[in-house]
């Protein structure tokens, strides 16, 4: 090799290398910082969009697992006004067979009538008030509703619809045919032409109706369930995958960083010697 002056060729190496290795404990420290290993597109071009993709979807999954868990919320709501519903009915019931006896006076049947009302006029209130997010569930106002629980735009693989009839009518004249007042007098056996044992069979069919009712609602619901674990299952694996192409691995990460620090200290202490170079020519005049 040529010994020269103006063109010092072993620092220019030496500077390379310095740099090089610079660079290299810049990177190590990054990643050692931040957990990636992508930390920009240039890291990784490729991974650092497919990354940038899975995180939209993980994002999407979130949104639409808490979509499934208010439809759940909103069915449990339903379903428990009317497991209030089915307790009041059946006290009226009882008390029906209980005024169906025979052995009472008008007094006494004056006064299971009396409860027999309060009981009625509970359901009423009931369905008046059964919301959910501003919503009445029972009043008959309610349509159907899709619960978006993908991320899918296709309708058929992403939503779960919510029929009519989980939103009917709940109140006593839409339950039996005639108002809480009429209702009552003949649970009671006080109305004219009427015994208060007649009027079971048709009590009857209400707390099978509502039985019905509820067995929808927990259909619907074991749909939401199984939508809302399919969807962890699949932000499991997008998690999961993500990982292993982002996270940086600290073992890796960490032996990276002391190599390119011994590196850039040999470079460091040897760019002093290279730039002495020059100087020895200076020998030679």
């Known amino acids: 090799m040529a010994l020269t002056i103006n063109t010092n060729l072993s620092s220019m190496i030496v500077q390379s290398n310095l740099a090089k290795s610079t660079n290299q404990l810049n990177q190590a420290i ?32 979130d949104v639409a697992a808490d979509n ?17 519903v089915s307790s009041h009915i059946q006290r009226v019931r009882d008390l029906t067979e209980q005024a169906a006896n025979g052995t009472y006076g008008s007094q006494s049947l004056k006064a299971i009538q009396s409860e027999i009302t309060a009981r009625l006029e509970e359901v009423n209130r009931i369905a008046a008030n059964c919301e959910f997010s501003g919503q009445n569930m029972m009043d008959g ?18 939503q779960i619809v919510l029929k009519d009839e989980l939103f009917a009518k709940g109140d006593v004249e ?22 208060a044992s ?3 069979a048709g009590i009857d069919d209400v707390i099978n109706e509502i039985s019905d009712r509820v067995t929808t609602l927990g259909a619907a619901q074991n749909r939401i369930e199984s939508a809302i674990e399919s969807i962890g299952v699949q932000s499991e694996n997008i998690t999961s995958s993500l990982s292993t192409l982002r996270d940086a691995d600290v073992a890796t990460e960490s032996s990276n960083y002391i190599k390119a620090q011994i590196l850039q200290q040999a470079s460091a202490t040897l760019l002093a010697t290279a730039n002495q170079t020059p100087s020895i020519a200076l020998n030679l005049l």
Request: proline share 0%.
């Open 174 to 195: 839409s339950l039996f045919g005639i108002s809480a007042e009429d209702l009552a007098k003949k649970c009671a056996g006080l109305e004219e032409g009427t015994t």
């Open 198 to 200: 007649s009027m079971l």
């Open 68 to 84: 499934a868990a208010t439809g759940a919320d909103m069915l449990s709501t339903l379903e428990d006004n009317y497991a209030l």
């Open 141 to 158: 106002s309610m349509k159907s509703i899709s619960l978006q629980v993908g991320t899918d735009g296709n309708a058929a693989k992403s």
């Open 30 to 61: 990054e990643r050692m910082t931040t957990g990636y290993k992508i930390n920009h597109a240039s890291d990784n071009a490729a991974g650092y969009s497919i990354a940038r993709n899975w995180e939209a979807q993980l994002g999407s999954l």
